[in-house]
């Protein structure tokens, strides 16, 4: 991705939005607008043309309409520059038009007709599709990014991406492991209720570690948290401590169940930090035990 003075600079925007606004909106709908005139898009809506040989020679726009409203129902084709959807429908659309564009490449020129017949590069159409959105993405502040695949990713804080990046459980257990796996795949989602999932995913995994030594449920704790620092130590209390804080945090907010009386989280921000939180005390407890990369 090209630099402009400004990244240089300062540096980068921080990425931290999650909303996006009526200014990136309408830049994201003139992108749109232009890869369907230029028939980028017609890889997957392919024109044809109706001499006999019924080559394409661009992109359906009909085609494309109908399909985007079916398969993104909360929005209307054409696109509407003064009407804001939210930004999860955006992120949809994105993935849609990834999936569809292609880099056009002529083929043979049909003069009877007035237009070329060509073929996509469906590839090549993708990186130039990918750059130009994490670019726009990148350069206001949007804390999401597309991508290789086309597939819309969260960019997470810096200490829990670090974190779910390197790693690598082997608790003995499968169900612990796939919980875990689970967990740091759904907390990159862009959609509130996956992190909300992941969260949850993450908690069950803590209550899974709790019997790894055992059917007793204190004792196999314990012996756990022996492997973290030598019994008696301030810091073996401290980490003990810490377990127990996470426990009632688990059992006071509505993270695994949903009795009333229990708070919701209302941030992305507050299922980021107490990912966070549970994520390191797991993967230090479980990498002093051997568990864990």
């Not at 240089?8 to 931290?16: A, L």
């Not at 084709?77 to 292609?102: H, K, Q, S």
């Not at 991508?147 to 974190?163: C, M, N």
């Not at 919701?264 to 051997?290: C, M, N, S």
Request: glycine share 6%; proline share 4%.
């Amino acid at each position: 991705m090209s630099e402009f003075f400004t990244d240089r600079e300062y540096g980068p925007t921080p990425r931290h939005t999650e909303a996006i606004g009526e200014r990136l909106w309408a830049a994201i709908q003139s992108m749109i607008d232009l890869k369907t005139d230029n028939g980028s898009f017609g890889y997957r809506f392919p024109a044809i043309c109706t001499d006999p040989g019924r080559q394409p020679y661009g992109c359906d726009e009909r085609a494309f309409g109908a399909t985007l409203v079916a398969e993104v129902p909360r929005l209307e084709w054409p696109l509407r520059c003064n009407e804001l959807p939210v930004t999860p429908v955006i992120l949809d659309l994105l993935e849609f038009c990834a999936m569809a564009v292609g880099e056009m490449q002529k083929r043979k020129w049909q003069e009877f007709m007035d237009h070329y017949h060509v073929s996509w590069d469906h590839e090549a159409g993708l990186v130039a599709f990918v750059a130009e959105v994490n670019r726009l993405l990148a350069r206001n502040g949007i804390a999401y990014e597309m991508s290789t695949q086309g597939k819309i990713r969260r960019i997470l804080p810096d200490p829990l991406a670090q974190a779910i990046a390197q790693a690598r459980f082997a608790t003995g257990d499968d169900e612990t492991d796939r919980l875990l796996e689970a967990a740091r795949i759904k907390i990159l989602a862009p959609k509130h209720d996956d992190r909300s999932d992941g969260l949850e995913k993450l908690w069950d995994a803590f209550e899974r570690i709790k019997t790894l030594d055992g059917t007793d449920k204190k004792l196999s704790a314990a012996t756990l948290l022996d492997r973290t620092a030598r019994s008696g130590t301030k810091l073996r209390a401290a980490i003990e401590e810490e377990a127990m804080s996470l426990t009632r945090l688990g059992n006071t907010h509505r993270i695994r169940h949903s009795e009333t009386s229990q708070e919701p989280l209302e941030t992305a921000l507050q299922i980021d930090y107490l990912f966070t939180r549970l994520f390191a005390f797991l993967h230090f407890v479980l990498k002093a035990a051997g568990r864990a990369a």
